[in-house]
T-cell receptor, first 115, second 116 residues
Framework: AQKVTQAQTEISVVEKEDVTLDCVYE???????LFWYKQPPSGELVFLIR??????QNEISGRYSWNFQKSTSSFNFTITASQVVDSAVYFC????????????FGGGTRLMVKP | DVKVTQSSRYLVKRTGEKVFLECVQD?????MFWYRQDPGLGLRLIYF???????EKGDIPEGYSVSREKKERFSLILESASTNQTSMYLC???????????????FGSGTQLSVL
């Protein structure tokens, strides 16, 4: 069975602080995909990143960076110099490589960035 | 710009009513999904469809059915609404692929359904 755990249900930071959102997953698959989605107050989830399990390189996109550690089954997301517009609920998700199996979402982390 | 549109943002229904939630996408996507979102539980898949008139059960299909008569439209039906179906319902779509669960998902803004 697959499982995604986002242990931090809510995080509050002050603008310009760096913040890391944790994601730990469980799977028996050797090949899988990991995702992060952002859900702003408007409600519409927005895709941020997809990572294949074979690609352990970390990725940076502007103020966003992702740290994939296969050894600890973690795919953490860091926002550098946070801004108020980063306030949202962030979801980590695990996708198996086998067709017919479903994407598993974590419970989400609500990030509040205060001015 | 790509768009997934859900017909209602907020909906209030009574126990026992038949409820229709509509979703339309304009991206010519093959795959469409219905999720429900509950605090602390994340998103859970109710049903998905990878083609017109095709449907597959997700993790929590009980109490729901779906209809996909046209490629762009995917409807979620609550045959007899119950209070435990009060939730946020999210529709999503994705391009065709060998494994629909690994494609990037495009989401609608959600329908907050309250069953009284």
């Amino acid at each position: 069975a697959q499982k995604v755990t986002q242990a931090q249900t809510e995080i509050s930071v002050v603008e310009k602080e760096d913040v890391t959102l944790d994601c730990v997953y469980e799977t028996r698959d050797t090949t899988y995909y990991l995702f992060w989605y952002k859900q702003p107050p408007s409600g519409e989830l927005v895709f941020l990143i997809r990572r294949n399990s074979f690609d352990e390189q970390n990725e940076i996109s502007g103020r966003y960076s992702w740290n994939f550690q296969k050894s600890t089954s973690s795919f953490n997301f860091t926002i550098t110099a946070s801004q108020v517009v980063d306030s949202a609920v962030y979801f980590c998700a695990l996708g198996p490589n086998n067709a017919g199996n479903m994407l598993t979402f974590g419970g989400g982390t609500r990030l509040m960035v205060k001015p | 710009d790509v768009k997934v549109t859900q017909s209602s943002r907020y909906l209030v229904k009574r126990t026992g009513e038949k409820v229709f939630l509509e979703c339309v996408q304009d991206m010519d996507h093959e795959n469409m999904f219905w999720y429900r979102q509950d605090p602390g539980l994340g998103l859970r898949l109710i049903y998905f469809s990878y083609d017109v008139k095709m449907k597959e059960k997700g993790d929590i299909p009980e109490g729901y059915s779906v209809s996909r008569e046209k490629k762009e439209r995917f409807s979620l039906i609550l045959e007899s609404a119950s209070t435990n179906q009060t939730s946020m319902y999210l529709c999503a779509s994705s391009l065709s692929g060998a494994n629909p669960t690994n494609e990037k998902l495009f989401f609608g803004s959600g329908t907050q359904l309250s069953v009284l």
